[in-house]
């Protein structure tokens, strides 16, 4: 007979909700901070030495920015996401009879 050891199997495959793109958010305040001086004008941002203090080229800083807002919007999504199943967690809840002990209180109560 076959014995399994720890090493012989294979955990499963773990498909967490980690975002693909991510953005530190200190990260996230510079690029914001160029996009409010400079609009979508990337050769400014390169030029800027006052705002760009990490001397991104403008091609970076159009990458930098996309990268930023499709980060945006998957959290965007993922927080909907959230907001939908805890609303459809709250009437699965709603709708089941076991937790309704409301009455039962206000009949101690009258007592």
Request: charged share 40%.
């Amino acid at each position: 007979s076959l014995e399994t050891r720890p090493g012989d199997t294979v955990p499963p495959r773990v498909n967490a909700a980690r975002p693909r793109f991510y953005v530190h958010e200190l990260e996230a305040a510079y690029i914001d901070s160029l996009e409010k001086a400079h609009g979508s004008n990337y050769i400014a941002m390169q030029r800027d030495i006052k705002t760009n203090s990490l001397q991104w080229t403008a091609a970076r800083c159009e990458g930098k920015i996309e990268r930023l807002r499709k980060f945006r919007a998957g959290e965007r999504a993922r927080k909907l996401a959230e907001a939908e199943a805890a609303d459809a967690k709250a009437a699965a809840g709603e709708d089941s009879p076991a937790g309704d002990d409301s009455d039962e209180e206000d009949e101690e109560d009258e007592e």
